[in-house]
Nanobody, 114 residues
Framework: QVQLVESGGGLVQPGGSLRLSCAAS????????MGWYRQAPGKQRELVAR???????NYTDSVKGRFTISRDNVKNTVYLQMNSLKPEDTAVYYC????????WGQGTQVTVSS
């Protein structure tokens, strides 16, 4: 059994920053890809950023240059540093980890509003 616990969401003004964290725990031998997805009201869940076990990253175009994904393989934790936030970044953000299967966090709300 694997659990993903997210933290770091909240309300921030446009132009502000937030840092999301997601820690994986449980029966873990090795975590492969880790990533962040988001889902805004009325929209489909979309990939925001992904990082492989050796640190290769990819981002959706709308967040390139503003968001940075990183991970700590010892702690089995993935981070998402979000800078220059825009109202259109408002969504529920979900952590994803690929191990023996595909695992998801419970989601954390990010609201960008003045």
């Amino acid at each position: 059994q694997v659990q993903l616990v997210e933290s770091g969401g909240g309300l921030v003004q446009p132009g502000g920053s937030l840092r999301l964290s997601c820690a994986a725990s449980g029966s873990i031998v090795r975590v492969d890809n880790m990533g962040w997805y988001r889902q805004a009201p009325g929209k489909q869940r979309e990939l925001v950023a992904r990082i492989t076990s050796i640190g290769n990253t990819n981002y959706t175009d709308s967040v390139k240059g503003r968001f940075t994904i990183s991970r700590d393989n010892v702690k089995n934790t993935v981070y998402l540093q979000m800078n220059s936030l825009k109202p259109e970044d408002t969504a529920v953000y979900y952590c994803n980890a690929q191990l023996s299967g595909d695992y998801w966090g419970q989601g954390t709300q990010v609201t960008v509003s003045s």
